[in-house]
């Protein structure tokens, strides 16, 4: 499996806008609740696992319109398709 650099270049533009959005707000807002903390955790898990099964998804299409043999799943392409369906 290997990770194409438009992927890991997407990644680091969203990062960085989520860093800069965060290092812009007031400094005179309260500090966030736990509860806050681990819904954005949750939002950023689900969003990775869709963007992995996105990509995945289109590895296999490019795979199968190329030509080559399907080869066996690795464990990570398993985990992120049983947590996609």
């Not at 990062?15 to 949750?42: A, C, D, E, M």
């Not at 950023?44 to 399907?70: E, T, Y």
């Not at 066996?72 to 947590?83: D, G, N, T």
Request: aromatic share 8%; glycine share 4%; charged share 20%.
């Amino acid at each position: 499996m290997t990770i194409h650099p438009i992927t890991i270049l997407g990644a680091c533009l969203c990062f960085g806008l989520l860093y800069q959005r965060y290092k812009s707000r007031p400094k005179n807002r309260p500090p966030r609740t736990p509860i806050q903390r681990l819904r954005v955790v949750r939002v950023l898990l689900v969003v990775f696992l869709a963007w992995m099964a996105v990509s995945f998804s289109l590895q296999h299409f490019i795979r199968n319109l190329d030509g080559v043999p399907d080869q066996k799943p690795s464990l990570l392409e398993r985990i992120v398709s049983s947590l996609h369906k």
